[in-house]
């Protein structure tokens, strides 16, 4: 708080970043987070029952939609948003004005560093987010940009410009983000480890990304972060956030981005049902075998320069090789583009103006 006299500090991004939210819920969690989250404006996207009255703290900048607002926004196309599912949240993403997108998920509470300090997550992300990323050149020191860290001896002098961020994919301390086999046999297990490190994911490595924590450049990579058809009607969940993180990474590594994961930590309060998991997970498990080869050998053409290009382009790559796995994966393909085609409806500027530079840290993948 201000002193006397003083001249408050405005928060970094305050105009420039919305805060996305998915719940069935009161949220009440906010008020822990409300020394941070205040400041910045909130979209809340109600899933489940339309007619709930959702609760929010007095003080919040907020807009709420619920499922009777999206299917009066987006009218047909609102079949490509999930129903009874976090992956609801991506509606948020694309009704968003802003340059940045953090989302965070209702059971996530204000965790501590090890000297007892609160952290503030946000402010985490924007850091992340505001300085390059070394996607083509791995750095044994982790974010060389980081105070008290550089390049170590070795890293090539032509890559330590860097790469724009895409993507802050932030952790968890208390229950960590497993499995439904895992959370099984490991039941009792609790992350204590805090890890002081942010670390760029590599050129060509893929990586199970979580949306409970998470921030991104909605204008490097906005209409890639569609966290698919999960939920109701649907034969797989909790594959969600993994699906989008998989799409975007192979159209970052493409477009030259990069995506960085670590720090900042929240506290995961609370552990799903293992059994109601599994029931979700049981298709995913199976099909995950041959998902992540699909993303692994794909590939997209110089031709591909911009997301919504590369991201409709994956789409026919998933329908004819994956739909070949199960019916599904042609529906979810389908709803690919439907996705694209309601953002460039929704943010009309982008459709032409999205062409992602190329970074100076590598080539764009041909």
Known sequence: MATSGSVPITPALKDELDIVIP???????????????????????????????????????????????????????????????????????????????????????????????????????????????????????????????????????????????????GLWLNIPDYDAPTQMVKPLERNTRYVDAVMTVPKGTLFPMCGMNLAFDRELIGPAMYFGLMGDGQPIGRYDDMWAGWCMKVICDHLGLGVKTGLPYIWHSKASNPFVNLKKEYNGIFWQEEIIPFFQAATLSKDHDTVQKCYIELAKQVKEKLGKIDGYFVKLADAMVTWIEAWDEQNPSSASATTATTATNGPAKK
């Open 23 to 169: 719940t069935i819920r009161n949220l009440d969690f906010l008020e822990m987070w409300r020394p941070f989250f205040q400041p910045y404006h909130l979209i809340i996207v109600q899933d489940g029952d339309p007619t709930r009255t959702i609760k929010v703290p007095e003080g919040f900048d907020y807009e709420l939609y619920n499922r009777n607002d999206i299917n009066r926004i987006l009218g047909p196309k609102a079949s490509c948003i999930s129903f009874k599912d976090s992956a609801c949240r991506c509606f948020g993403y694309m009704v968003s004005k802003k340059k940045y997108i953090y989302t965070i998920d209702d059971d996530c509470f204000v965790a501590k560093d090890p000297s007892g300090k609160e952290i503030n997550a946000l402010e985490q992300h924007i850091k992340n987010l505001l300085c390059p990323s070394t996607p083509f050149f791995f750095n044994t020191l982790y974010d060389p940009y980081r105070e008290g860290a550089d390049f170590v001896r070795g890293y090539p002098f032509s890559l330590r410009e860097g790469a724009k961020t895409a993507v802050s994919h």
